[in-house]
């Protein structure tokens, strides 16, 4: 085994080795501008970018040209509301989001806030999912927009979009949802979910950091203006240079996640989430899972321990990479928001760990972790003594 061993699959994920054999002559032989029309550099680079397109938008099950590509999810978030809330074509000015929403959506809805936008945010349950009843009651004829996203990025709660969105769009709101915790990791279907926006991103999939994705519907109903100005590239949504070999390699992250779901990886990831839960369940006293024990991302836990230090816990696992939640607050000592909106005290969310088990761990690491998770926990919990 390789030490420390990552579990840490929500914050990032390492690149495939596959993905990487793909992108690789794209930086060095294979380096042309997609825009460049006049030579065979160009042309290579374009083709390369419309096959890439097209993975991404079979595995989302839409169409090719309703794939825009950014930097990464935050880009793609930001586009979605300031996006909604700055187009022209509308006069609605309220945001809905929910608590658990990820900072890139919430510190956006707080700059519009700012600006004379009216933003609501919904509470969620004690499992993290947003109540389509407590959705129904706020929006209205004045709503732009309503923005949830699909999995969390702490706790792995999986909302029932479809729902959500039927409700946004029976008042003629746009809906939004970020999938960057669910696209490549299960099967979905963003023409199926009714969804009209929505974010992804590559290093959640075992791509390269940096490159991101944006789906709009292509509807009439759909109108955005664009946060960034120049050449009017993707639709004239997104300007600037495409990232050539970071598309090339979100497209075969995408085709392979295809090939992962064919054969079965979701039931072998779950398994080994469900061996090191079971584990932990079986050895450690006061231990709970935060969030829905089964409506989840396949391999996400996230646990509470009863009067444990987590940060102090997670430093003395040397051999272990883990976290205390989203890596993009990792600089921000207050307690997680998301534990504190299902209804964790601030000493509750401080004794909260995320596992995140991904495509390459193994049942021996999942064993080796166990072992070394119950016995650091074992040896704060009888100082406490």
Known sequence: MRLPIYMDNHATTPVDPRVLETMMPFLREEFGNAASSSHAYGWHAKEAVNKARRQLAELAGVQPEEMIFTSGATESNNLALLGVAF??????????TQATEHS????????????????TILPVDQDGLVSAETLREVVSEKTALVSIMHGNNEIGAIQDITRLAQIAHEVGALFHSDVVQTFGKIPLNLGEMDVDLASLTAHKMYGPKGIGAFY????????????LHGGGQERGCRSGTLNVPGIV??????HLAQEEFA????????ALRDRLWEGMRDNIKGIHINGHPEKRVPGNLNIRIDGIDAPALMLSMHNVAVSGGSA????????SHVLTAIGCTPEQAQSSVRFGVGRFNTEEEIDFVLAEFCREVKKQQNSLL
Do not use: W, Y
């Open 87 to 96: 187009d022209q074509n509308t006069t609605r000015k309220q945001i809905v």
């Open 104 to 119: 890139a959506v919430l510190d956006t809805c707080e700059f519009l806030a700012k600006r004379g936008f009216e933003t």
């Open 216 to 227: 709009m519907r292509k509807s009439h109903a759909v109108h955005l203006a664009p946060i």
């Open 249 to 254: 390699a979100f497209g075969t992250a995408a």
């Open 263 to 270: 054969s079965g990886h979701l039931d072998d990831l779950a």
């Open 328 to 335: 993009c607050d990792s600089h921000d000592n207050a307690p």
